[in-house]
């Protein structure tokens, strides 16, 4: 069996030793890998930090780093599965969140414009790209047909990102954001994973992960996410993305539902 997985960062694992892509800050010990262990497969991780839908279809995913060309240009045409995780940098959903906490957490203006230049975001960036859920599930849909022209027998699973925030996610030591922040990225988690139900709807196999993940948000007893610290953030960390648990029960669920087919 061949698994190539594409995507973002909740994909990636940046959070997660060992990194095995500095450019794509990709672990390998995130799901994609854990799934291949496990099934003793052959496993083309394309996964990317910061990349969007567009970046996996057709636009190279520029940073400070590199220049990366469209994972799909890397899809080998012999794969059996193909994984995708994304669509979350479309909305600005990962990206609003940290820039609202890094604003919350870090006051001194000059340490915060050098901090945001190196994210490559500007002091009135919201986070916010106005790409409707609507929008996604196109994208979704474009990636879909084009893995079908390039690998014709692969099986393709949609698999959605984990919880961050639930509905009574407080303010606390690791999450700075107030209420009405959290509700507002709580509604955008809602759009995304209405992005990928009606993609999957209209054509492939979809992975259920916010249900799973419902009660391991930020704070939790059992967080299956990273919080946030300034401290973390400046020492290169991910906040706000999976942990190494949180890949293996992702992991458990996509091998679960690629041993079901």
Wanted: hydrophobic share 40%.
């Amino acid at each position: 069996m061949h698994i190539c997985a594409l995507g973002s960062s909740f994909a990636a694992g940046p959070s997660i030793p060992p990194q095995v892509s500095t450019t794509a800050r990709r672990s390998g010990n995130n799901y994609p890998h854990l799934i291949a262990k496990s099934l003793g497969a052959k496993l083309t991780d394309l996964s990317s930090s910061g990349a969007t839908l567009l970046n996996v279809l057709d636009e190279p995913q520029l940073s400070l780093m590199a220049k990366s060309p469209p994972q799909l240009d890397a899809l080998p045409p012999d794969a059996d599965v193909v994984t995708l995780t994304a669509g979350g940098n479309d909305l600005g959903y990962s990206g609003g969140m940290i820039l609202e906490a890094v604003k919350a957490e870090i006051q001194d203006r000059e340490v915060l414009g050098g901090i945001m230049r190196m994210m490559g975001l500007d002091e009135k960036a919201s986070g916010v790209t106005g790409i409707s859920s609507e929008e996604v599930r196109n994208r979704f849909l474009r990636v879909i047909d084009r893995v079908h022209e390039l690998a014709p027998k692969a099986r393709i699973y949609l698999v959605e990102y984990l919880t961050v925030f639930d509905a009574g996610t407080a303010k606390g030591p690791e999450q700075p954001l107030e209420v009405d922040r959290v509700r507002h990225y709580v509604g955008m988690a809602t759009d995304l994973s209405k992005a990928y139900r009606d993609a999957a709807a209209a054509r492939e196999e979809f992975v259920e992960v916010v249900r799973i993940s419902e009660g391991h948000g930020v704070g939790s007893q059992e967080p299956w996410v990273v919080g946030f610290t300034a401290k973390m953030f400046l020492e290169g960390g991910a906040p706000f993305h999976p942990n190494a648990e949180g890949h293996v029960a992702v992991a458990k669920e996509v091998e679960k539902r690629i041993r079901a087919a």
